[in-house]
């Protein structure tokens, strides 16, 4: 019964993170919340809690740098084809929202949609693996907490 609850509580730990969804970093602080009240209680309950800590504070990590990178890149699409068209003295932008404009938004929505879907994947993978007792490692993850 003792294993049964480790593994239910690690299953908790990773599946947490979807807490995310109610409130802003709640993938961070509700799993980092769950394993500091639980690490005590097993070794198999603090790895595990690492575990979701750090792939937590890892992926956000790498979706806020994704956004950094998409920010110039989307205002040089918007300007880039407009850079004739712009009249400073009455500022007469013209906007072009044509086919290689666009393309350039959904091709970072995409990676973006990608990434998002990879993380909600990982943490489905993470929870059912931790529920049966095995010692999940995510991977592209940078160990913040050892």
């Avoid at 049964?4 to 990773?14: G, K, Q, S």
């Avoid at 209680?41 to 998409?70: C, H, P």
């Avoid at 009455?90 to 929202?97: A, G, R």
């Avoid at 929505?109 to 990608?114: D, E, F, L, M, R």
Wanted: net charge neutral; no cysteine.
């Amino acid at each position: 019964m003792k294993n049964n609850n480790e593994n239910t509580n690690a299953f908790l730990i990773h599946i947490s993170a979807f807490a995310g969804f109610m409130f802003p970093f709640g993938n961070i602080i509700t799993p980092l919340i769950a394993w500091q009240t639980l690490k005590d209680r097993s070794t198999f309950l603090d790895e595990q809690g690492k575990e979701a800590v750090n792939f937590n504070i890892s992926y956000t990590l790498y979706v806020f740098l994704l956004t950094i990178l998409f920010i110039p890149f989307a205002f040089g699409s918007l300007f880039n084809r407009n850079r004739n068209h712009l009249n400073w003295n009455n500022l007469d932008i013209n906007f072009d929202f044509g086919f290689d404009n666009i393309f350039g938004f959904l091709g970072f929505g995409s990676i973006a949609g990608i990434i998002y879907i990879l993380g909600i994947v990982l943490v489905i993978i993470a929870s059912i693996k931790a529920k049966d007792g095995e010692n999940y490692k995510y991977p592209f993850t940078i160990k913040f907490v050892k």
